[in-house]
């Protein structure tokens, strides 16, 4: 599904030139669940971010779904975004004027999905979720792990084909960290592929397999099944 | 997707509520400003563009050299209207419109007063005036025949049927109503209570042949088709067919389109005129307004750090540029239209007092289609304005940047939020110098010597039978004690109503063409308004019964003619001779502004039309006006009683620019008022931006002064900068309007120093509130929030 190859990525600040992903070369199937390791500042959100469209790579070839799709400008992205890539993060990063329903329609919005369809569709989500009962709060009413479940909620509701989640266990307590584990874990048995950056070996354990990296390079890669 | 949008905008605006309250009522302001001037705006350049024949009528003009100088005019010989008929085949007809007579109207015993035109009888035809009642066709047909306005229909008859109605005239004429006008709309120079033939006027004896004689104006309507350039060329040598006295005079024809607007010329040529107020209103209204949207912009950049995580996650989750930029833009529209909608009931309230200040009849007109379409395209306008850049600015986030929070404050120099308080406040003290000096230019000419006593002066017009019982009416004036001295005149001691270069004297040189005021008095003069003489005497037709044909001069009079020893000497005017009693000072007959101009007071042979009392001040005023009532009543008991105080009539020779000094107070006002709430905005996102900052200095120790002024600061700088910028177009620009009026001040340094402190003063008190608040905050609290 997914396969870079001396991918590179350079962040240049007035003086210092941090090289972030350094001749980066890894291969994802489809279904797979893969957990990237690594000390901070080791390149792991640049990576993902680059997985994720969200940025762009200085050099090095991307291809998606048997596309090459390093040289997109940024209206090709976000299109291949919208409606196959669905983000986790550690901050939740949920809009707080938008109600737990706005939150999780918002993709559905943008790929243009009808208001009637819509709506059964979040509530199908919020139910797999279990935060149905919350669903006209405000996100700062909710507790960290019902934020971060909205937030997993707002990233498969629209059937995206790839998950992509920095650290979703990151602010989280270890009950509802699993809770949080056990949703991924179940996505991807339903056939999302899955790639979840952390610092917890015990999370990477729900994973098939581990990268782990080290300045911008993989170091090793444990194959767990 | 769109409720969305409106969902959160209106939500935002909620949770905002005071960056909310700041932005509408800054727009709103903003737009009810642009929208009055938009109002008078469109009344000037619709005027008279309304006439359904418009492409095809003309005004005829003169341009003849006077003093040296290339000089045009509108009003034309009365045979001109015939001639051009007669002579030219390209004419449809030429329609006369004499000066707006004041007849006094009478239906059996009640007396009215009204404004009317004696007028061609095609005047209907030329000119779109719908009939309610009547016909264009036969209106003016017979010469006792009055058209009236449906207004002045219900003045006079009430609820009755005008139709056919007789009206009295001065008391010795019936007239019949044969038709009922609409009446005139707000934006034609051709207002009337009510139309009479000029057929009456000729049966008066008021008709002439005279080419000589300028004294109506007259209206053309070609024939469709013709060629104005091609009848003006002609035109130009029309005098020289007719005219004897004035073969070198040019005539041409002056299309409607440029009558209201251009018709000031200068050196023979098209200069300027009521346009330039139009756009300089246009430019002001687009400032105000672009202000106002400026606020909009500030405060929305400045709160970007807030919404920049809402661009990075909706970006995330599928939303393109374009469609963020969509959603900004509905925001700012639909806070234009809250604005928008403030601004019409704000327009609605003050109406009533832009319409006294402008001397004009502006309204909203809420049932046409074309008020609302605009109303929409404006808000839209404004929405676009105000959040364009805002959405462009916000929309192009990185989420990568925003969402790891590694999202940067710019701390550039120069910001685009910079430069727009600048702007702002560039355009504040341009305003604020200007109305300062408009106030000073008015101080200076109103405290400018008038030449004559202003005090308990008062005149009143020689009407029905004030003629007959003048002597009468003067001795019981004089001897009731209400008047210490009373004299005929020409005109009001304010107005000049009659010039000419046609004065003879000993030594004048042939191509001398001075103009000189000309004016008329019978006795006592300088005693009654106070002229101050240099030589000679005042008239006194008791003790010098020839006075009757003597001249006073005025010194620039005296110099014009060269005389060295004016007493004495012989002058002639209009077939008579005159011999100098008397010089006095040059007083100021006409505009303050000006320089006085040599002049002639001729004696008792002359022609009067206003009496001058100088009333007694040993009685209260109003006593000494009430018994003047009485008196003049009981023999002139048809008409109302109506006096000015000439102070009064003095002082609105000062309107004109006492409008501009009100205009140029309420437009700075408003710019101040706007700026300064964005300012006040601004300083609240400084403050709350860096609370964290000033908490650590104050536990290190600063105090609340230091950081007071270090959240001032910057604020301060701008408005220098914008003073910087400004003073060099405010001098500019006023220096220009300065030239209009030979009596003028010169700009002084002060002026500037003035408008300096006072922006910097309001600036201050603006961003103090906030920075004062933010340095007494509890450090604790502040940097706990992290
Ligand atoms: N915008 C940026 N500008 C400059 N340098 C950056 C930027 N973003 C990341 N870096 C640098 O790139 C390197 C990799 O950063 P990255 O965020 O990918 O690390 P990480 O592995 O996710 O670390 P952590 O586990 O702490 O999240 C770091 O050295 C970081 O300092
Ligand atoms: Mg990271």
Known sequence: MINITNLEKVYRTDEVETIALNKLSIEIKKGEFVAVMGPSGCGKSTLLNILGLLDDPDAGSFVFNG??????????????????????????????ELTVFE???????????????????????????????????????????????????????????????????????????????ELLTNLNEQGTTIIMVTHSEHDARYSHRIIRMLDGQTVTENILI | MFKNYLKIAYRNLMRNKSFSLINISGLAVGMASAILIFLWIHNEISYDQFHEKKDRIYEAWNRDVFSGKLQCWNTTPKVLARTLEKDFPEVESAVRVNWPSSFLLSIGEKNFAGRGNMVDSLFFDMFTIPFVKGNSQTALKETYSIVITETFAKTLFGNEEPMGKTIRIDNKDNFTVTAVVKDAPNNTRFRFDYIMPWSYLRKQGNDDEYWGNNSTRTYVLLKPNASLASINEKMKTLRKTYDSDEPKGEMFLYPISRWRLYSKFENGKESGGLIEFVRMFSIIAIFLLLIACINFMNLSTARSERRAKEVGIRKVVGASKFSLIGQFLGESILIAFISGVLAIIIVQLSLPAFNKLTDKILFIDYSNAYSWLFFIGFILFTGMIAGSYPAFYLSAFKPVKVLKGTFQKTRALITPRRVLVVLQFTFAIILIISTIIVKEQIHYAKNRETGYDKNKLAYMFIVGDIEKNYELIKNELLSSGTAVSITKTSAPMTQGWSDTWGIEWEGKAKDDKTDFDRFCADDHLATTVGLQMVAGRDFDLKKYNTDSSAVLLNESAVKAMGFKDPLGKTIRDNGKEWHVVGVFKDFILQSPFFPTKPMVIEGAKGWFNVMHIKYNDKNNMAANVKSTEAIVKKYNPMYTFEHQFVDDEYNTKFKAEQRTGTLATLFAGLTIFISCLGLFGLAAYTAESRIKEIGVRKVLGASITSITSLLSKDFIKLVLISFVIASPIAWWLMYNWLQNYPYRISIHW???????????????????????????????????TE
């Open chain 1, 67 to 96: 596309t090459e799709i390093a040289k997109y400008n940024e209206r090709q992205r976000a299109e291949l975004r919208k409606h196959n890539i669905g983000f986790v993060f550690q901050s939740f990063n949920l809009i707080d």
């Open chain 1, 103 to 181: 939150n999780v329609e918002l993709p559905l919005i943008y790929t243009g999905v009808k208001a009637s369809e819509r709506k059964q569709k979040v509530d199908e989500v919020l139910e797999k979720v279990q935060i149905m009962h919350r669903r006209n709060h405000y996100p700062q009413q909710l507790s960290g792990g019902q934020q971060q479940r909205v937030a997993v909620a707002r990233a498969v509701v629209n059937n995206p084909k790839l998950i992509l989640a920095d650290e979703p266990t990151g602010n989280l307590d270890s009950s509802n960290g699993n809770e949080v584990m």
């Open chain 2, 750 to 784: 002060w002026i500037f120093l003035a408008a300096a402190l006072t922006s910097i003063a309001i600036a201050l008190i603006t961003v103090s509130y906030h920075a004062i608040r933010a340095a007494k905050a509890n450090p604790v609290k502040s940097l706990r």
